[in-house]
């Protein structure tokens, strides 16, 4: 498919602007600041929605096939989050405008922290970080303060092998040494490893529950009495919170501070890396860090404070995504407190009715019940096929594959999140599908090496995308490919 450059004909426009009604001022821009080319395709319109629309369609994405990507939550986003996060009274709404005039905003956000105070048991909620890594950040920078403000100095956090890999980043960002701890035979954290790596150095442990095995720390409580007794925090990564909703409480579980994913949990379309939100909670005593201004309800009025003189400060611009706010509220709302707790309960059966039908046919390295998400793994795949290779192959049937090679403990792993939103007819055709690629690679391995063949483009070279991306246009690029 050509670019929308390699498209472009001299003088042809989309738009045609009317003649100049007024006398002409020349010069008021110095010459040398004025533009001489402006190195932009010329179209039609009907030549741009076109291009634009042949691109859409080569795109995937919840609306149009089965996003199996495990931690990421890709549950379907109902349409009404659209058209509430549109309205011109949101969308329109100018961050400097005045309390007085800007009342509906506030409430709906000082509202969402009430239901997200709710659903997570938790005493206090930021609506600022921009993703779940910032909600980290945010959250490592609150756990920085309080030692701060008690005089202590520790220097280390601690993180289960099993983690995402934002976690050690924000622990370091943070000026934090992180050290890791083992996972024990079920999966878990390693209750004796964690024992041997407390010392009063240790500022906290950051912890995902459920981890990213799709397995719930049967041993939180445990976990939390002997951080809390050590004087340290518990931090909880909240993306796999999808599990838990209406169903268990991290501020019941002895979790002081927890970020959520709006965009994974609450439902905003997150494929492409698009805006995000990582809310933080906190529990009373740590209450006064968060970042301002907050948001409050004083007087019959919203109202921001910007006086908190412990707060960690702005972790962001203005207040936040607002737009994905908005989203998470309407999802809230339009579900209300039995469909949230359907949420957690259908995810869960779902992801275990996956698991029942594939382990009979897949490496299985932690055999229990799962909670939103499982991990397979390659092990038992005829000539060699690999993890890749059933990935790429899943593309071939219009499926989006599954995340792969994490976590990184599990050697070969394929982790599957099919969401509560999927029927039971897509998952047992996912399964027919998964259960067909481990017969081909018995009949046909050269099939899965060099699958997909129905995509576009098929295997491409990561390494050297990653290494040596090609970002910008060069007109003499084209041309030379063209000779
Ligand atoms: C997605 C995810 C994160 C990071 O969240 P972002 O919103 O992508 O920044 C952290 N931890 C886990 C377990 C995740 O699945």
Not at 51 to 60: G, I, P, Q, V
Not at 89 to 106: I, K, M, R
Request: net charge negative.
């Amino acid at each position: 498919m050509k670019l929308i450059f390699e498209k472009s004909v001299r003088g042809r426009k989309a738009v045609e602007l009317p003649k100049l009604d007024v006398p002409l001022q020349a010069n008021l821009i110095p010459e040398e600041y004025v533009r001489q080319e402006l190195e932009l395709p010329e179209v039609s319109e009907l030549d741009v929605i076109r291009h634009y629309t042949a691109l859409s369609r080569r795109n995937f994405g919840v609306d149009n096939g089965f996003y199996p990507l495990g931690s990421c939550t890709m549950k379907y986003n109902p349409k009404i989050n659209e058209d509430t996060a549109r309205l011109e009274g949101f969308s329109q709404l100018h961050p400097y405008v005045p309390e007085e005039f800007s009342q509906g905003a506030l409430q709906l956000m000082y509202e969402l922290q009430q239901y997200l105070k709710e659903i997570t048991g938790m005493d206090a909620f930021t609506l600022q970080p921009a993703a779940g890594s910032h909600g980290e950040l945010t959250g490592i920078m609150i756990v920085k303060k309080y030692f701060e403000s008690i005089n202590e100095k520790r220097s280390k956090v601690l993180i289960p092998d099993s983690a995402h890999g934002t976690n050690p980043a924000s622990v370091t960002l943070c000026g934090f040494e992180c050290t890791e701890i083992k996972s024990d035979d079920e999966g878990e954290i390693d209750i004796d490893d964690l024992k041997s790596k407390l010392n009063d150095d240790v500022a906290a442990i950051m912890i995902t529950n459920p981890n990213t095995l799709g397995l719930f720390e049967t041993k939180i409580l445990d976990i939390a009495k002997i951080m809390h007794d050590n004087g340290s925090l518990v931090y909880m990564d909240g993306a796999n919170l999808n599990a838990m909703l209406g169903i268990a409480r991290p501020g019941d579980f002895g979790v002081d501070i927890l970020h959520s994913n709006l965009h994974k949990s609450f439902s905003t379309p997150h494929g492409g890396g698009g805006p995000g939100a990582g809310p933080v909670g906190v529990k009373k005593h740590l209450e006064k860090f968060l970042p301002v201004p907050r948001v409050e309800f004083v007087d019959k009025k919203y109202k921001l404070n910007y006086n908190f003189p412990d707060s960690i400060g702005r972790v962001r611009a203005f207040y936040g995504n607002f737009g994905i706010l908005v989203r998470a509220y309407t999802y809230i709302r339009s579900n209300g407190y039995e469909g949230i707790r359907a949420v957690g309960e259908n995810a869960v059966l779902n992801a275990n009715y996956l698991l029942a039908i594939l382990k009979k046919h897949y490496h299985l390295p932690y055999d229990r019940t799962c909670q939103h998400e499982f991990v397979l793994t390659d092990k038992n795949l005829s000539n060699g096929v690999t993890t890749s290779d059933v990935a790429k192959r899943l593309l071939d049937f219009g499926f989006y594959a599954p995340t792969i090679y994490f976590p990184i403990i599990v050697p070969g792993a394929i982790m599957i999140e099919p969401t509560e939103t999927e029927s039971k007819e897509m998952l047992d055709t996912f399964a027919e599908v998964m259960i067909k690629i481990k017969e081909e690679a018995i009949t046909d391995p050269e099939i899965l090496k060099s699958a997909p063949l129905t995509t576009p483009v098929s295997r491409l070279d990561g390494v050297l995308a990653a290494r040596k991306p090609i970002l910008k246009y060069e007109k003499q690029m084209v041309l030379k490919e063209q000779e």
